[in-house]
């Protein structure tokens, strides 16, 4: 096993926010931007809508590094989106019993 | 103008997260999942994925209470979603003049 103690074996929920880069055309934003001034609400100024990605994994598989390497290669596209990893917290729930 | 001193007018960023609620299946968050699977990381015990909304707008229409109105309205659906207002924080970038 690629653990060290049972801190390591511990469930983390880790929280990435994925957004489209500043200057890259948002067009679900912009749907949303058009639908509010629609209503009238006019002072309304921008709307940018991304991802939130939430991943539950074993503590040690979260101090890898390899999450970096997934939001790089697939969870976001770095031609036209920025990734956040947000916080890593202990997961809430028991893990599952096998 | 419905607005009572300068600091209404200031524009502020209202980040809002709209989440597939528990127990609604989420295809996108399965997706990813299977992906991570796929490439040999079976510790990882699920993925779900939701939106983050962005809005700039003034102070005084944030705190109108129309954001929740928007969000169960049509930013999310209640049925299959939550959402939460995360934050709201002022603006870094200065207001666009007419």
Chains 1, 2 share one sequence.
Do not use: Y
């Not at 926010?17 to 931007?33: S, T, Y």
């Not at 006019?42 to 994994?57: C, P, Y």
């Not at 390899?66 to 920025?82: H, Y």
Request: aromatic share 4%; hydrophobic share 45%.
């Amino acid at each position: 096993m690629n653990r060290n103690s049972e801190q390591n074996a511990q469930m983390v929920k880790v929280i990435i926010l994925v957004r489209v880069r500043e200057g890259i055309l948002d067009p679900q934003g912009q749907a949303v931007l058009q639908v509010l001034h629609d209503m009238g609400e006019n002072e309304v100024r921008e709307v940018r809508i991304g991802k939130i990605v939430e991943i539950l994994l074993p503590q040690w598989v979260a101090s890898s590094g390899k999450i970096e390497s997934w939001c790089s290669g697939f969870l976001a596209n770095p031609l036209v989106e920025s990734f956040e990893i947000q916080s890593v917290e202990p997961a809430s729930r028991p893990p599952v019993s096998a």
